[in-house]
């Protein structure tokens, strides 16, 4: 016998496909339930047509033939459609001192292990100016050093491509794991990264044309910063004044992740961290949560 009787017995459609979920995994079986009966109603609101249909399941289908080991557009998409910024949001929570998170974003690859103090930037982008020097404390949400926490940076160069986007940037550029000292403090050499637009040759730009959003990301540089008994803390440093903070197309921007990249006076602090001249001093300390 069907599970439909009649065109108006949807209802039953959609309550007989939820009793077929009986997997092993009651996490499972939750979220193959809700997404199930998001759908189902997704559909009942919008009474897609069939054509309509088709040209959904195909965006998705040209949405993976856009993926490559370099190049995540799912995460793109997620990104865009503020799902990433919602995960977060409701995953990452902790006390009010905690440094906020925000999304990984689509360009995060394994990154070479560097001494502390190392130039990341090890392309034409270090030449070219821009200099700016990162460092700061590792603690927990306490105030209390956290000795030895790795703290994985990636960043666009000052025009605003990552290493994968460009072939003229070596494997690694622009990235760096760093250990943090006895005193948690860390520091690194690199140079102002720029705003720059989200790639917009794939289903992510077809997303964005239909919104009528424009593609552009506000200027950051990415950390992930792990220590035994934290929980990991994936974040952004954006750089103060972007003209796209108010208007991140990834919806990643939080209050207490926008920095100054305070532009250093000529000789100050230039033999410190011997920098070739003049540059940008950004003093950030990350505060993780424990474990649990
Ligand atoms: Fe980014």
Not at 253 to 258: M, T
């Amino acid at each position: 016998m069907s599970d439909i009787e009649a065109p108006g017995d949807t209802e039953r459609l959609t309550e007989a496909v939820l009793g077929q979920v009986q997997g092993d995994s009651a996490r499972v079986n939750q979220l193959l339930s809700a997404l199930i009966r998001h759908l189902h109603a997704f559909v009942r609101e919008t009474r897609p047509t069939p054509q309509e249909w088709r040209y959904g399941l195909d965006f998705l289908v040209r949405t993976g033939d856009f993926c490559t080991p370099e190049r995540h557009e799912f995460i793109l998409l997620s990104d865009l459609a503020g799902l990433s910024a919602l995960v977060d949001a409701l995953s990452n929570t902790g006390p009010d001192s905690m440094t906020p998170t925000t999304v990984e974003g689509p360009f995060h690859t394994p990154a070479p292990p560097r001494e502390l103090g190392a130039i990341i930037a090890t392309g034409a982008e270090w030449d070219r100016g821009d200099w700016t020097v990162l460092h700061g404390q590792v603690r927990d949400c306490d105030g209390v050093p956290v000795p030895g926490a790795q703290i994985d940076v990636w960043q666009s160069d000052d025009h605003g491509f990552y290493d994968v986007q460009d072939d003229a940037q070596d494997t690694g550029n622009l990235r760096g794991l760093l250990t943090a000292d006895a005193d948690g403090r860390y520091w690194v050499r690199t140079v102002k990264p720029s705003s720059y637009p989200v790639p917009v040759d794939g289903t992510g730009g077809e997303l964005l044309r239909a919104m009528n959003r424009h593609p552009m990301r506000p200027a950051h540089i990415h950390a992930q910063v792990t220590a035994p008994g934290f929980r990991p803390t994936t974040t952004h440093l954006f750089v103060a004044g972007d003209q796209y903070l108010g208007s991140d197309a990834a919806w990643g921007v939080r209050d207490g992740l926008v920095v100054e990249f305070t532009r250093n006076p000529e000789g100050a602090d230039i033999k410190r961290f011997d920098v070739p001249g003049p540059f940008f001093d950004v003093n950030f300390d990350f505060f993780l949560v424990p474990e649990g």
